[in-house]
């Protein structure tokens, strides 16, 4: 079944040309290259007078390398990621419509695969043409047979899409419908999926990586644990989602670990790798177009340590306990991985971890597609990805793009962020009863939310309070509390409410030391939240809220703590009575914005976060 | 410890009479200079060493410094050159397994006056809309009246020249003194990672006094000459000019960053001017010319070369352009082995997107010497 949508809506006129369905409408090259240099000309003509820019009369030199886009491409087909699943949930959803929009901004046909209805990208109003199919090879020849398919984006649905789109190749229907993949270079999508072929890949660019080694028997395994050493992660091979593997932290543990992993395996085979358990892991989001440009958009540093899936970590952005020279050098590897995967541009998503104790990196992984996190690092910069990726996808350079929030400078940059950005994963094991509710290498949260603060303690707080679970602040939401022995035993199994107890430990006197060792969590964080049960033992103290001094609420304020936690803490009053004191005393909300830049351009479609800041005075 | 919430107040007081209210940290005192704002998130240590800020009351737009400590190889120079610092947050403890010490206590040990707590983004905005202007920050006294006295007092950044009193006393070599090529370099306040640069290429390098005589430079038989970066306006040093044409007689290849790329602009007749609010950050989007090919650049200057008069010279071609305002970003003469870069190739902190101009240089001169 194929929905239609009922009503054709225009597209958007740009420029000189206004397109429409049947492609008759299409700009002759010139007049797109003509296009293109006027914005660019106007960009520079708006400069000109202000900070002294280069005349217009020198463009020409300027853009005589710009590639002009590929007009060949009338159509284009995209495919969703399906079922919402744990693990790949409404970031494809935000990516696919991204893209949908983008490509239609340029006169291009877009038609729509999805096997999921309830996703915004199947409305009618997203796409051209919006196929609800199952996802497979059968669909995609229907749609192929009823459309004229210039080329088809697969990195915008996940490793769903991404599979399918490289299942259909090796049938050879996009050779047969003439259909060409853009956005991404099929042979990279095994290179960064299969973990053997990534592994030498990787030992071939002389980039680091986990020592590991394939074993198809127990003695093997046992061989191999001895040469790499405990701890390691014992990967079974050809499984879904990571089902057999395992940890394994002592001796005891490795033979039954070998065992469950050579019996999940279907051709019986494990990966003994060693595991950089307690290594800080990072994430990078890059862009890269037909130039060969690549730009960093974000780097997302992990709260949690190497061991628990990222999808289920914690996560703060900008990196918070990065020096640059630890940076620069996941930069360039970063990079150099991208343009050596294969020849495609659009986005990628690298990630590393780091030896706190000696600021080497190894790779883990890289994603040549839209990912999850890429939706999260659009909105944590401002930068859309997905939009863009679909531009480049079609041949635009990132100088040719401008800066869709500034809408003056250029697309060809790298956000700078002046806020910090906590995102928390949402769990739901109270209605998996049963279920085992430690974290590791499979995703387990079903949600996420994502805060924005000037201060890391205010993100994090305010993380805290969106996540419907009845916590108004990094608060106990446990009724039962726990013994310092007790706590201390809890923290070496990672559970999702493990940041809670944390903070409960350290309300407990448990040292940062210790709680460095149970968690492997850098230190920098647990400093954030004892400075925060170290405030809230100082607003305790005053017992009353009329002898709570203004400076000291404002300061519970800029740390995130919500009029509820306020109150719960002096005891005498309700929230409504801190907002009336916060009020009368002018500590109120003003709004931030969200601007790609730090503020150094004016921005025209920014949006914008709530905080508390000290505003200047005039004298 | 857990942050102290009673620390001591300080005062940030601008040229045009905004005055914003935060909490000292650093040495307790008052410090003058010009207003200025980086965007970089990273790299703080080897910002607040590089001698291009001397004389410059820096703004850190991003939330936290001092997160990592310091150590001791992420310096641009022996000392701390910022005239003072303006952040949001400073971290009270830091983290990091090869740091030797807290941010903290190194600006301490530097004698450098910082205000936090301010709201930095509100600032920025003030300096992007205004325009660069010089500002006070106090943390000893909170009579205002006698802080804008003080205020007047703090020179003006055009005009100035502050190379003269930064640059080395003496000439100091670095790298092998048997490597195949040499190279002079004019200090105007060198960042040390340039120096790296050339040392990594096995270049010996031998730094010279900014005010060192051609005949002296030549003495030391370069295959080619390095003009550094470095604080203060380039209209204001016509001896760095005239010892640039000096260069530039001698026919050998020339390389320029920052400050020398304005002086090379400057030798060939092309003049600098005052930027509204200067660039300075580690995302600068530049467009080369030449290659087509786009890199990320490390950004450090208040001062700019004319575009106009840069496109009209018969002498120079502009080589690299910024991205973002169509700023000059590098040039190079047509009929001699020269060109400069605006921006820093050497990074440090920032992008290494750059460095391929040290090749170039590299390259340039064993093709003129006949070297390999």
């Known amino acids: 079944m194929h929905i239609e949508p009922k009503r054709r809506r225009e597209r958007p006129v740009s420029g000189a040309f206004s397109s429409d369905t049947g492609g008759n409408g299409r700009p002759e090259n010139s007049v797109r290259r003509f296009r293109i240099r006027l914005q660019l000309s106007e960009i520079l003509v708006t400069f000109a007078g202000r900070t002294g820019a280069l005349p217009p009369d020198c463009l020409s030199t300027i853009y005589r390398n710009a590639m002009p886009l590929d007009t060949s491409i009338k159509s284009v087909l995209i495919i969703g990621s399906g079922p919402i699943v744990i693990g790949q949930a409404c970031e494809f959803d935000y990516s696919g419509s991204q893209a949908a929009r983008s490509l239609r901004e340029e006169g291009i046909k877009v038609t729509l695969i999805n096997s999921n209805p309830a996703t915004i990208m199947t409305d009618p109003l997203v796409a051209d043409r919006v196929y609800l199919l199952p996802l497979t090879a059968e669909s995609i020849e229907q749609i192929l047979e009823e459309n004229e398919i210039d080329a088809v984006l697969p990195t915008m649905g996940g490793q769903t899409a991404l599979n399918l789109a490289k299942e259909v190749e090796e049938l050879g229907l996009w050779e047969k419908y003439k259909v060409r993949l853009i956005g991404v270079d099929i042979k990279a999508i095994d290179k960064a999926e299969d973990r053997d072929l990534f592994r030498n890949w990787m030992l071939e660019m002389n980039i680091p990586v986990a020592p590991a080694r394939v074993a198809n028997s127990m003695l093997e395994g046992k061989e191999y644990a001895q040469e790499i050493g405990i701890p390691l992660v014992i990967r079974p091979s050809f499984t879904l989602g990571g089902t057999g593997g395992g940890f394994v932290k002592s001796k005891e543990e490795l033979e039954p670990a070998l065992e469950a992993g050579l019996k999940a395996s279907p051709i019986h085979e494990v990966l003994v790798e060693k595991a950089v358990l307690g290594w800080k892991e990072f994430e990078l989001e890059l862009l890269r177009d037909v130039n060969d440009n690549v730009v960093i958009i974000c780097t997302v540093e992990n709260f949690d340590p190497m061991g628990i899936h990222t999808g289920d970590s914690i996560t703060v952005a900008p990196a918070m306990t990065l020096s640059d020279t630890a940076f620069q050098l996941m930069r360039n590897t970063a990079i150099d991985m991208m343009r050596n995967l294969g020849n495609f541009a659009g986005g990628c998503n690298v990630q590393f971890a780091l030896n706190p104790e000696t600021e080497e990196i190894i790779a883990i992984e890289i994603n040549p597609r839209v990912s999850r996190s890429s939706a999260l690092a659009s909105k944590a910069t401002g930068y859309p990805i997905a939009k863009v990726a679909a531009k480049l996808a079609i041949g635009y350079t990132l100088d040719e793009l401008k800066n869709q929030i500034t809408q003056t400078t250029s697309a060809y940059f790298e956000p700078a962020l002046d806020y910090v950005i906590v995102k928390m994963p949402r769990w739901n094991f109270d209605k998996f009863k049963g279920a085992d509710d430690t974290l590791g290498l499979q995703m387990k949260s079903v949600g996420e939310v994502m805060a924005i603060g000037r201060t890391f303690p205010e993100a994090l707080q305010k993380a805290c309070q969106s996540l419907e679970n009845n916590a108004t602040g990094l608060t106990s939401i446990s009724r039962s509390q726990m013994r310092p022995e007790e706590l201390i035993d809890y923290l070496k199994r990672p559970t999702w409410d493990r940041i809670f107890r944390i903070k409960e430990a350290l309300q407990a006197g448990i040292s940062i030391k210790t709680i460095r060792e149970l968690t492997q969590i850098d230190r920098w964080f647990l400093y954030q939240i004892q400075d925060l049960v170290a405030l809230e033992q100082k607003i305790q103290a005053y017992q009353h809220l009329d002898k709570l001094p203004v400076d000291l609420l404002k300061e519970a304020k800029q740390m995130g703590f919500s009029d509820e936690q306020i109150a719960e803490l002096v005891k005498d009053c309700t929230a409504e009575e801190v907002y009336e004191k916060r009020k009368a005393a002018g500590i109120t909300r003003v709004f931030k914005m969200v601007d790609t830049c730090s503020a150094e351009f004016e921005a025209r479609t920014p949006y914008f976060y709530s905080t508390f800041e000290t505003a200047s005075q005039s004298s | ?372």
Request: glycine share 10%; proline share 5%; hydrophobic share 35%.
């Open chain 2, 1 to 372: 410890m857990p942050q102290d919430t009673i620390s001591h107040p300080a005062f940030l007081l601008l040229e045009d009479g905004t005055l914003f209210k935060g909490k000292s940290f650093g040495k307790k005192g008052t410090t003058g200079g010009e207003l200025c704002f980086t965007t970089g998130m990273t790299g703080y240590q080897e910002i607040f060493t590089d001698p291009s800020y001397t004389g410059q009351m820096l703004i850190m737009s991003t939330c936290y410094v001092g997160n990592y400590g310091v150590n001791t190889a992420d310096v641009e120079s022996d000392g701390v050159t910022i005239a003072g610092l303006i952040c949001k947050n400073i971290a009270t403890r830091y983290s990091r397994m090869i740091a030797s010490g807290s941010l903290e206590d190194y600006l301490l040990q530097h004698n450098i006056v910082g205000i936090q707590d301010v709201d930095t983004r509100a600032l920025v905005q003030h300096v992007r809309t205004k325009g660069a202007m010089n500002c006070i920050i106090s943390s000893e006294t909170d009579n205002i009246e006698a802080l804008k006295e003080k205020l007047r007092a703090v020179p003006s950044m055009k005009g100035l020249e502050i190379s003269s009193n930064i640059t080395t006393k003496e000439p100091y070599t670095a790298g092998d003194p048997d490597a195949s090529i040499r190279i002079a370099v004019l200090d105007f306040g060198i960042k040390k990672h340039i120096l790296h640069n050339f040392t990594q290429r096995d270049a010996y390098v031998k730094v010279f006094p900014a005010k060192t005589p051609i005949a002296e430079l030549k003495a030391f038989e370069p295959h080619g000459y390095f003009i550094s970066n470095g604080p203060g306006d380039p209209a204001s040093m016509d001896y760095a000019v005239n010892t640039v044409k000096d260069i530039l007689n001698e026919g050998k290849p020339m390389f320029g960053i920052c400050l020398g790329h304005q002086l090379l602009a400057q030798a060939n007749g092309i003049p600098t001017f005052k930027m509204h609010h200067g660039h300075r950050g580690l995302n600068h989007p530049v467009k080369n010319l030449i290659t087509g090919k786009c890199e990320i650049t490390t950004q450090n200057h208040g001062f700019g070369v004319d575009p106009e008069a840069a496109q009209q010279s018969e002498a120079i071609e502009v080589t690299h352009v910024n991205l973002n305002d169509g700023s000059i970003e590098g040039i190079r003469m047509k009929n001699k082995p020269a060109f400069s870069v605006q921006y820093h190739p050497e990074s440090t902190p920032g992008p290494y997107d750059s460095r391929y101009l040290f090749d170039q240089f590299i390259d340039m001169i064993c093709e003129q010497s006949a070297i390999k």
